[in-house]
């Protein structure tokens, strides 16, 4: 069993635990909210995505996400996952993610969507 993200207890009180499916899912999620250079000893971990947010929303700051994106699942998560796709859509004031990965270790093909409010 895994820790589940965000880290809370469960019902007993104890460290609550997840599948290898969820957790897979919050390292994506945690691999695309992280800022580079939050991580102690790694400092180019994350995506960038957080770093826009107050920016001005727009076809290109998506285009530049998903370019940014899909390197560092790439870098980061491809011992566990095959990304499929990765399509960053920008609209009004927020942006979705939608990641479609393949699980290696069961073959098992997911999709994730992740929004990120982009301005006030």
Same mark, same amino acid.
């Given at each position: ?46 995506? /960038?995505?957080? @770093? ?54 069961? /073959? ?7 929004? @990120?409010?982009? /301005?006030?």
């Amino acid at each position: 069993m895994n820790i589940d993200f965000p880290f809370h207890f469960n019902n007993l009180g104890l460290t609550a635990t997840t599948d290898d499916d969820d957790h897979i899912r919050d390292m994506i999620e945690q691999l695309l909210f992280t800022n580079p250079g939050e991580r102690v000893n790694r400092p180019d971990f994350g995506s /960038g995505l957080l @770093q826009l947010v107050f920016a001005p929303n727009s076809p290109e700051l998506a285009a530049t996400l998903q370019f940014t994106m899909q390197a560092a699942l790439q870098r980061w998560l491809v011992d566990l996952i095959d990304v499929q796709a990765l399509e960053v859509i920008s609209e009004d004031s927020k942006l979705q993610v939608f990641v479609q990965y393949l699980v290696k270790r069961s /073959g098992e093909q997911r999709t994730e969507t992740f929004i @990120q409010n982009s /301005g006030l």
